[in-house]
């Protein structure tokens, strides 16, 4: 006697269903509960952890650190995400770390004073045309980010328009930084000259020389930080972002589906720029000093190879990798100040020769060992059981 096989449900359409249907997959939600997860750990860590174990000079060191990290994301973006080997953000940088201290020295200044430096150079009678505006955080506060932004709008629209790519614009990028600096070294009645801004006391109102203000300036750089990171997300899973990858890999496909490959990549510039003033404006009440020796070529690079010993073509890669490098040049400086400039480009030489994913790339690499050869065929089981589901339909 034959046992008889109950026949499939049928669907509305009178087409017999598959006997096996899976529930409604929620594996979408998984990502999202990661980097919520995510977040909370780094807020717990950035805002419970290092007060609490931390004293007040690593604290600020710390605050100093997380700066760099700003200047990380935007790099992150435009680099691993665009290709773009930006080696001038120190100009933006210090674009928003001049325009804060600007402002900050006119407060200590008070209504109608000048500057300690341009009194003590004696090279100006009164303030000049441009520092002005300065005076008014309205004005003083947007300008550290939308002055860096309309800079990388105006050298990205010659450049990019040009098609001037690779090697040609990060050579590029760089001689940018250096003009920077010359030009601030030239105006020393006005800029300071190779000192800088320096002996900031105040932060709206507040006295830098307090160690509670201090734990505040740290406070409000580690909650920007983690705001610049929620939006580099969100730019990078987002349409926009898939873009940005397909011009990187291959302009001329996307200008050929009609979109134009140097509109995207300005406004990864101009976005990568803005967290670099933005960086740039908190920098200077956590350390209270910004000068050319902090935005030139060297700074510039340090940047990049921050985001190169992360991983930039992770998010969080490039953050921890500058807090890493920036400890690193700190520690090595203080047991070996002749030589930790040796030691920081053999850590860029050993991960780019052998580690070119950075040290983000460790743990899938862990992972992928894990799970071993049968990783790559995990998903041939299930294509499998659905083939033979069609075959059973059509049978």
């Known amino acids: ?11 509305a ?30 807020a717990a860590l950035l805002f419970a952890v290092a007060p609490l174990t931390l004293s007040d000079f690593r604290l600020a060191l710390l605050a100093k650190y997380l700066c760099v990290a700003m200047v990380a994301v935007g790099i992150g973006i435009a680099w691993g995400r665009g290709g773009m080997l930006t080696l001038g953000q120190g100009v933006f940088f210090g674009l928003g770390g001049y325009a804060m201290a600007m402002h900050l020295k006119l407060a200590d200044a008070g209504p109608g004073g000048m500057p300690d430096f341009m009194q003590l150079y004696g090279q100006l009678d009164e303030l000049p045309v441009w520092w002005r505006p300065f005076a008014s955080p309205w004005f003083a506060l947007p300008a550290t980010v939308l002055l860096p932004m309309a800079v990388a709008f105006g050298l990205g629209s010659l450049v990019f328009r040009r098609r001037v790519r690779g090697a040609y614009f ?18 020393q009645g006005t800029t300071g000259g190779t000192n800088g801004l320096t002996d900031i006391q105040g932060f709206f109102g507040y006295d830098l020389d307090d160690p509670v ?34 011009v990187r890999d291959s302009e001329e496909r996307v200008r050929f ?32 000093i910004i000068s050319p020796a902090l935005i030139g070529i060297v700074p510039s ?21 500058a807090v890493a490098v920036a400890w690193a040049r700190t520690a090595l400086s203080e047991r070996f100040p002749g030589t930790w400039t040796y030691l920081q480009g053999l850590l860029f030489v050993v991960v780019v020769a052998f580690l070119p994913g950075g040290l983000a790339s460790l743990w899938a690499l862990a992972r992928r060992r894990d799970a071993g050869p049968e990783r790559s065929r995990r998903g041939w089981p299930v294509l499998g059981r659905q083939r033979a589901e069609r075959a059973e339909v059509h049978q």
């Open 1 to 11: 006697m034959t046992a008889v096989t109950p026949a499939p449900p049928s669907t």
């Open 257 to 288: 589906v009609g979109y134009d490959p140097a509109s995207v990549k300005l406004v990864a510039y101009v976005v990568a720029a803005g967290m670099a003033g933005l960086a740039g404006a908190l920098f200077v009440p956590a350390v209270g």
């Open 301 to 321: 690079i340090e940047f990049v190879i921050g985001v190169a010993v992360g991983g930039r073509a992770t998010l969080l890669g490039p953050v921890l990798g």
């Open 213 to 246: 203000n201090q734990r505040m300036v740290y406070f409000i750089i580690a909650g920007v930080l983690l705001g610049l990171l929620a939006l580099a997300r969100q730019l990078i899973h987002s349409r926009y972002g898939e873009l940005l990858v397909a």
């Open 13 to 42: 359409g009178g087409a017999p269903a598959p006997a096996d249907i899976a529930p409604p997959s929620r594996s979408g939600d998984r990502p999202r509960l990661r980097t919520a997860a995510g977040f909370a750990f780094g």
């Open 170 to 187: 990060a050579i590029l990028s760089q001689a940018l930084a250096a003009a920077m600096v010359i030009l601030l070294i030239g105006q």
